[in-house]
């Protein structure tokens, strides 16, 4: 069987990782918009990627695929050598894989046309749930950095009860925190206490200021404006919100600055973490991918 061909495209740090990553399990990976002298031995650089994508199996994008949708994302090399994504998909092999992190609405558009065959990582169950406790350790670091006390003691609120709200909770239990989760679903509520969480049933508005009322930061993981103004009126001001959720997040910003609550938005936290952890999970979860489809 012939070695399979990979171009991996620029990114930040978790690019570098996943290049040293897929080079231990890979003959033939080839780099664009990194500086060679960050690639490992094994990596072939490209000074141009029209070159590099000939003949090949699969080009890995970064993670955002592109900041404007327009251009591949190439915070590391050069954004005047960056293709659009347009370009890259026309002159890729119709029968070549394009891997991305949150692919948006012209990427898939394109693809589509060509039909390319588009695998978005971001989305994978695989890395979602290997990105549950890179997050919960950024999301300790930054508590450690901004509540005036150590972990042990500390009174968090935790909101929803998903992957990474269930990967922080047992960090912070490990270290000695006074936990609560607050939650919808009964069972959820249960698996919490069962850990020596005090729950909370999250059906009305209220709920989460009695979650609040004692908690010196909140962590939130639910992905819609659960703090509204209704909430955080009646929050105590002193109490920090983490909120972790994708967008538009848990938090209404417009009233959480009227109300002097303070907010911190931390979104990518395995990236802006632990970049080599974060790179090593996309590259297994590509290579789990890959070797779905019979590219290696």
Sequence with gaps: MK?????????????????????????KVRVFGIPRELLPPAAEYFDD???????????????????????????????????TLAELVDLMPQDAVLAGGKCGAELVKAAKEREIRLFDYFCSE????????????GALEILMHETPRTIKGLPVGVTGYGRVARALVRVLLALGADVAVAARRQSDLENAAALGCRTVRLSEPFDLVRLSADRAAVVNTVPHWIFTEEVLCEMPRDTLILDLASAPGGVDPAAAAAQSVRVIWALSLPGKYAPESAGEIIAETLLSYFKEVGIC
């Excluded at 991996?8 to 399990?25: A, C, E, H, N």
């Excluded at 590099?52 to 591949?72: E, F």
């Design 3 to 27: 070695e399979p061909i990979i171009v991996v495209f620029g990114g930040d740090k978790r690019q570098i990782s996943l290049v040293r990553k897929m080079t231990d399990v890979l003959k």
């Design 49 to 83: 990627w029209r070159v590099a994508v000939r003949d090949c199996a699969a080009v890995v994008l970064p993670l955002p695929t592109s900041q404007d949708g327009v251009r591949v994302n190439l915070p590391l090399g050069s954004e005047k050598k960056a293709p």
């Design 126 to 137: 695989e890395l979602q749930q290997k990105n549950a406790l890179p997050t919960a350790e």
